[in-house]
């Protein structure tokens, strides 16, 4: 999670192009990045998968004005309203797009060196509040930090410890940040969501030194609160421009 998620960079560049704010030649190559090939299988219509740079186009004609990210986990769907088949696939695979205003929604399948995007059904789920997000995403960060200084996870996990200065440093960009269109605070909220979502990656990777079975169960809780904290904020940061 050090870079976008696939489904970010989709609702992000696509969101800029149909506001104007890129090209579509920058749009494809963007969500491409170091994939060779993106394809869209099951646009209505369309019997064959369809190269990204052409769908893009399709999805506008079938009616979408926006593009909105999920990234559920099981026993949270965030992001997500149903139907049942696109919740399923998308909790399988931990992120989607949704189309707003087509009805549609995409999950991603890495094929080797490419990606199929799948077409289901999808309804648009309640947009997530960027202050809140923002702020409940704070709170937990201060709250996951004094639990994990609590148990020494220093100590045992060095590059836990660096990712949490990293946290500290707000407002860096990085090298897979947000398309033109995107206000400052959208980049910096998405840019501490994805570090914290990393310290999660690297601190629930084993219990580590974890003394007891109760210092690795609380260990656990808090880095949940962080990964759903996260999660929300990313969505709030990936929101279409307004």
């Not at 890495?110 to 995007?117: L, P």
């Not at 709250?143 to 660096?162: K, N, S, T």
């Not at 946290?167 to 980049?187: I, K, M, Q």
Request: some cysteine; aromatic content about 4%; hydrophobic content about 45%.
């Amino acid at each position: 999670m050090s870079t976008l998620p696939r489904a970010a960079r989709f609702v992000t560049w696509t969101n800029a192009w149909l506001i104007g704010a890129t090209s579509l030649d920058e749009a494809d190559d963007a969500i491409r990045a170091r994939d060779t090939a993106h394809h869209v299988i099951g646009l209505p219509g369309q019997p064959e998968p369809v190269p990204l740079l052409l769908s893009l186009g399709t999805l506008r004609n079938l009616g979408t004005r926006a593009l909105s990210l999920a990234l559920p986990v099981p026993g949270d769907p965030l992001g997500l309203a149903g139907p049942r088949e696109f919740t399923e696939a998308a909790i399988e695979l931990g992120e989607a797009v949704v189309c707003e205003g087509a009805g549609l929604g995409l999950v991603p399948h890495v094929i080797g060196a490419g990606v199929q995007w799948q077409v289901y059904e999808a309804k648009p789920a309640v947009p997530e509040s960027f202050g809140d997000a923002s702020l409940e995403l704070a709170h937990t960060l201060q709250e996951v930090i004094d639990a994990l200084a609590g148990l020494d996870v220093a100590r045992w996990r060095p590059e836990v410890a660096e990712a949490l200065i990293d946290l500290r440093a707000v407002g860096s960009r990085t090298h897979d940040g947000l398309p033109p269109g995107y206000a400052p605070r959208a980049e910096e909220l998405a840019t501490r969501a994805r570090r914290c979502l990393l310290v999660c990656e690297l601190a629930l990777a084993d219990d580590g030194g974890s003394a007891t079975a109760y210092e690795a169960e609380s260990r656990r809780r808090a880095l949940r609160r962080l990964d759903h904290a996260a999660r929300r904020a990313l969505l709030a940061a990936c929101a279409p421009p307004r």
